[in-house]
């Protein structure tokens, strides 16, 4: 592989001496001094409020992305692809409390320790970590101190920091009980409560999202059939519309669901979407029709917090799940004559499993986010971290006012006058910026799929595409279909070969800019062939990719629908057999929706 940079140094050594100078951030990076001192202050304290975009920080304020804590290191205003994980010069992870695995954007001052590979390690130098400072490779910033411990009672193995990682099923820092749904069989291992052999779901023994035995049968399950209930907003759409719209993106998301479908035409859809509708437009089912001189197209049930309130979104998300709003749900309660279910009790019996709001955005009104979401974060072996829930599992976090119901439950935003590829793009949103960072069987093999390990495979400055530093738009051309070129604002890189593998929601594997989507360049990408080895070594076989690939899913138009269509279709599904390197097989898209 050829890879070559321009711009008169090194892109790390230049990004370490940068002065940060954006939009609503101006200033240099803190003394490390003082990042030492902040450090052990905050220590072991969490955030108490998600991260959002259009907050102003200061240096040493906390926020929670992806179920972890940030400490700011300069003051600034929050904004869209800023997120803390990929903002190291704005953000620091504070100093673990206790001993704890080695993580990159670290703070770690002297004496702070870490394991990895096995052992445990001293800091000697006080730092900021950056990938490739583990203690293995930055013997100058660690000492070696002994091996972790293993004691994990049959039920989990060490996880290098002196604890262990559980088996499915088991909890406690030594394993040594059951989580909630599991109890002790004979042999001592933990097992479901309730189970029994299903390819679908919901069904008889599990019904609700976060139910653990969607967990363990994963990989039994061929088809999802979740309930979706579908809110009807836009007073100037009509209600048979605004269905159809619905329907046309669940027929979308069926068709991106199966597995190699453009080239399979025996590959059946594996989630197929239950909608129950309710219409909320005014003059409807003997409400009055909207006032003289309403200015907007939205109901007036249409959830909008009062001018002023705080948080990120003015549309009233909380306001769904009180008992006021659960009469427009439309769920009488059985056990209170003429009283109705809220939201929060219809998802944990799984009466419901998202919610898609129909609006319209032709006349301004408050402002909703594409997709939001909670959901709980998860080990590496499929158990769920006690009390630790990801409230940006969504294309934004939700305000703190929004509850948490116990199970993860996506509410989404559909726009009734574009097409139904908007909001599969919006789900897109949904999995790379949010549940990922909650499921890490998810994550391994999401960040090779999607080009989210850029800087891993190659030289380069940024993990993906959305985090390039580009000045004027285009930054990205291909002279070769092999040679990535990338023209940033802190130095030009060349990259051959390049592979964008499957590329991510805005960016298709040929993109060169945003929502490229009909770019006619031809480039090489491995996208059809990924986990499946097939080429030299056991590679993945790269192919000539342009729009030709995804141009017959135009039934689902708009926002990139055709080539989010095949996007999804490549991802693995149940019985895709798509693999990692060493064998090991990579799990099915569609279940982690409801983990």
């Avoid at 000697?124 to 411990?149: E, F, K, M, N, T």
């Avoid at 590329?503 to 929502?515: A, K, L, T």
Wanted: glycine share 12%.
């Amino acid at each position: 592989m050829t890879v070559r940079s321009s711009g008169g140094r090194s892109w790390a050594l230049a990004i370490a001496a940068a002065t940060i100078a954006i939009a609503g951030c101006v200033g240099d990076a803190a003394s490390p001094g003082a990042e030492v001192a902040s450090a052990l202050s905050d220590a072991c304290q969490p955030a108490s409020a998600a991260w959002a975009p259009g907050r102003a920080y200061a240096i040493g304020d906390l926020a929670l992305h992806g179920g972890v804590t940030y400490r700011a290191r300069q003051a600034h205003t929050s904004a869209v692809g800023w997120e803390p994980p990929g903002v190291p010069a704005l953000w620091v992870i504070p100093t673990p409390c206790g001993l704890a695995p080695w993580a990159a954007q670290t703070d770690y001052p002297v004496g702070s320790r870490v394991t990895y590979a096995g052992q445990i390690y001293e800091c000697v130098q006080g730092h900021v970590s950056l990938p490739g400072w583990d203690p293995v490779h930055a013997p100058a910033l660690w000492r070696a101190i002994g091996p972790a411990g293993d004691d994990c009672n049959g039920r989990g193995t060490s996880d290098g920091a002196g604890g262990c990682l559980c088996d499915l099923g088991a909890t406690g820092a030594a394993c040594e009980a059951c989580a909630d749904g599991f109890t002790v069989d004979g042999s001592g291992r933990c097992v479901l409560v309730h189970d029994g052999d299903y390819a679908v779901w919901p069904n008889p023994v599990s019904r609700a999202s976060s139910d653990p035995w969607l967990v363990v049968h994963h990989d039994d399950v061929a088809l999802l059939r979740p309930n979706v209930l579908v809110l009807l907003y836009a007073n100037v759409g009509t209600a048979d519309g605004e269905r159809a719209l619905v329907e046309r993106i669940g027929r979308g998301l069926a068709e991106g669901s199966r597995a190699r479908g453009y080239a399979d035409p025996s590959a059946v859809p594996q989630i197929e979407y239950q909608f129950r509708f309710v219409d909320l437009r005014d003059g409807v089912d003997g409400r009055p029709p909207a006032p003289a001189g309403y200015p907007y197209e939205n109901s007036t049930l249409y959830p909008r917090k009062p001018p002023g309130s705080p948080g990120a979104w003015m549309f009233d998300y909380a306001l769904l799940y009180t008992q006021e709003y659960a009469r427009y749900l439309g769920y009488p309660d059985p056990a209170r004559p003429g009283q109705f279910r809220d939201l929060c009790s219809l998802v944990e019996d799984g009466t419901i499993h998202e919610v898609w709001a129909v609006g319209s955005a032709d006349v301004p009104d408050v402002n909703a986010a594409e997709v939001l979401g909670m959901t709980p974060n998860y080990t590496a072996t499929g158990n769920r971290i006690p009390d630790s829930v990801n409230r940006c599992a969504g294309n934004g976090c939700f305000d703190a006012e929004v509850p948490f119901c116990g199970r993860t439950l996506r509410i989404g935003w559909v726009n009734y006058n574009r097409g139904p590829g908007c909001y599969m793009h919006n789900q897109g949103h949904g999995i790379e910026w949010g549940i990922k960072d909650s499921i890490p069987a998810l994550q391994e093999w999401f960040l090779p799929f999607a080009g989210f390990d850029l800087d891993r495979r190659y030289p380069l400055p940024f993990n993906n595409l959305y985090w390039m530093p580009c000045d004027s738009s285009p930054c990205i051309s291909y002279p070769t279909p092999t040679h990535g070129h990338f023209a940033t604002s802190i130095g030009t890189f060349d990259v051959d070969p390049f592979d964008a593998v499957c590329g991510n929601v805005h960016f298709p594997p040929n993109g060169v800019q945003h929502y490229d989507y009909f770019n006619p360049q031809t480039v090489m990408s491995s996208c059809e062939g990924f986990g499946r080895h097939d080429g030299p070594g056991g590679a993945d076989v790269a192919e000539p990719v342009d729009p030709s690939r995804w141009s017959m899913y135009w039934p689902y138009d708009d926002c990139g629908g055709e080539f989010l269509t095949w996007w999804y279709q490549n991802m693995p599904g149940h019985g895709s057999n798509q693999t990692f390197g060493d064998g090991r097989p990579m799990q099915s898209m569609w279940p982690f929706y409801y983990y």
